[in-house]
């Protein structure tokens, strides 16, 4: 049977084996989904011995994404703009494809929740790993404008302009932030530490659409602090994650995956509802 796995660290919580088990049940393909957890510095020696032993694929998480990045033999352009791989896929001339499916994934869930992206004012705060893997897919969608913000200024003055040919983008202090934008996207990992990037409340309004890439059982620190001032779309990453596993699974399969009911059974798997 084609076995895939995501490799992480740590990677015992992921969800990515229910995702991808229901994703084969449903498309009926005969495939297997396991976890791998190397330690950090045995990531590259355990990716060669799971192609080497047949391995077709595999999806790559924390902390391993920019070391995948310098493992493959080729780039998706995708993969190239977002400087990380989340997913390999070993194609049948024995080719290790890098491709990224994250900033697909968040664009298919905002338009899942009916967020119109052209022609919007999108802030996207922070400017690591998540925040670099979404520009290009967002800017693709034509907002009108694209404000990056993040708590080291220097690092998205650098983001805006690597991504400046792809469109407007710009990056500006949480100081300088003026509204109104129609779109808060939440790319930071504040909430790991029970923090909150330094968003003026006034930025906040009934019509804003709040996103945050992080997700849990309830609402996170961000989508409760944006409600408490007013958002009423909200948004979490759980969406984003069954979409970039689905777009892995298209680019392994080159079949589809319905992606409602999955995130469905997840948050069911999740007690969220
Ligand atoms: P990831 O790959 O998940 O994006 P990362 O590359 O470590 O992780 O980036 C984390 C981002 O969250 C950075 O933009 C970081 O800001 P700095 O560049 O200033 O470090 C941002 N971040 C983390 N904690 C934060 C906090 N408490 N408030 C605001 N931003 C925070």
């Given at each position: ?27 009926q ?20 011995t ?8 595999c ?11 310098t493992?493959?033999d080729?780039?998706?352009?995708r ?9 390999i ?8 494809l890098g491709?990224?499916?994250?900033g ?9 929740h ?21 520009l290009?897919p967002?800017?693709?969608?034509l907002?009108s ?7 080291t200024h220097t ?23 003026a509204?109104?934008?129609d ?24 019509d ?7 997700y ?6 961000f ?11 909200t948004?979490?990453?759980?969406g984003?994650?069954v ?23 997840l948050?069911?798997?999740l007690?969220?509802?």
């Open positions: 049977m084609d076995r895939y796995l995501v490799f992480g660290h740590p990677v015992r919580h992921s969800k990515s084996p229910f995702i991808h088990t229901l994703f084969a049940r449903q498309t393909q005969e495939l297997e989904y396991g976890l791998a957890e190397p330690d950090v510095d045995e990531f590259a020696q355990a990716l060669r799971f192609f080497d032993q047949g391995g077709k694929g999806n790559v998480t924390v902390p391993f994404k920019e070391q995948a990045f493992l493959v080729c780039l998706s352009p993969a190239k703009r977002a400087g990380a791989v989340n997913t896929k070993l194609t049948d001339d024995g080719v290790l491709d990224n499916t994250d697909a994934g968040l664009v298919a869930d905002l338009k899942s009916g967020v119109t992206l052209a022609d919007s004012r999108i802030l996207l705060l922070g400017a690591g790993g998540a925040a670099r893997g979404s290009a967002l800017l693709a969608e907002p404008e694209l404000v990056i913000a993040n708590r690092k998205a003055q650098q983001l805006a302009a690597e991504f400046h040919d792809l469109g407007p983008v710009t990056a500006q202090t949480y100081e300088q932030l509204g109104p934008f779109l808060v996207i939440n790319s930071t990992s504040a909430s790991l530490q029970g923090e909150l990037p330094p968003l003026a409340p006034a930025l906040i309004h009934t804003i659409a709040i996103y945050d890439m992080m849990g059982a309830s609402d996170t620190a989508i409760c602090w944006a409600k408490q001032h007013g958002a009423r779309q948004m979490d990453g759980l984003m994650l979409e970039q596993a689905a777009e892995a699974f298209t680019v392994w399969r080159g079949i589809r995956p319905g992606t409602k009911q999955v995130l469905r059974e948050k069911r798997n007690g969220m509802i």
